[in-house]
């Protein structure tokens, strides 16, 4: 059972910044973030596989960077530019498929989920 443990969230104003981190105990091929807004259905923000491989909603594209200690099994989301539409629950997830379908994310192939941390920006 691997074990995953986000960081980072927080309250910003719009155009701000924050960094997301997710730690997980053990390694996988695939780790991602998903955002749950209130009233929303879960959406997929960002992939990293292991070759590195990233994979962005186009609403993020720009603004997100998704990276990988390999190392240390511990993911990052770095968020610049922040919107007031970006408010939502992040949640870390791992497994062995990205669920990259298309332009989309799908939680396919996700085993393990963090808790999720809270994501606030204020216009």
């Known amino acids: 059972q691997v074990q995953l443990t986000e960081s980072g969230g927080g309250s910003v104003q719009a155009g701000g910044s924050l960094t997301l981190t997710c730690a997980a105990s053990?390694?996988?091929?695939?780790m991602g973030w998903f955002r749950q807004a209130p009233g929303k259905e879960r959406e997929g923000v960002a992939t990293?596989?292991?070759?590195?491989?990233?994979s962005y909603v186009d609403t993020v594209k720009g603004r997100f960077t998704i990276s990988k200690d390999n190392a240390k099994n511990i993911m990052y989301l770095q968020m610049n530019s922040l919107k007031p539409e970006d408010t939502a629950m992040y949640y870390c997830?791992?497994?062995?498929?990205?669920?990259?379908?298309?332009?989309?994310?799908?939680?396919?192939?996700?085993?393990?989920w963090g808790q999720g941390t809270q994501v606030t920006v204020s216009s």
């Open positions: 997830a791992a497994g062995p498929g990205c669920g990259v379908v298309g332009d989309r994310i799908y939680d396919i192939g996700y085993n393990y």
């Open positions: 053990e390694y996988t091929d695939c």
């Open positions: 990293i596989d292991r070759d590195g491989s990233t």
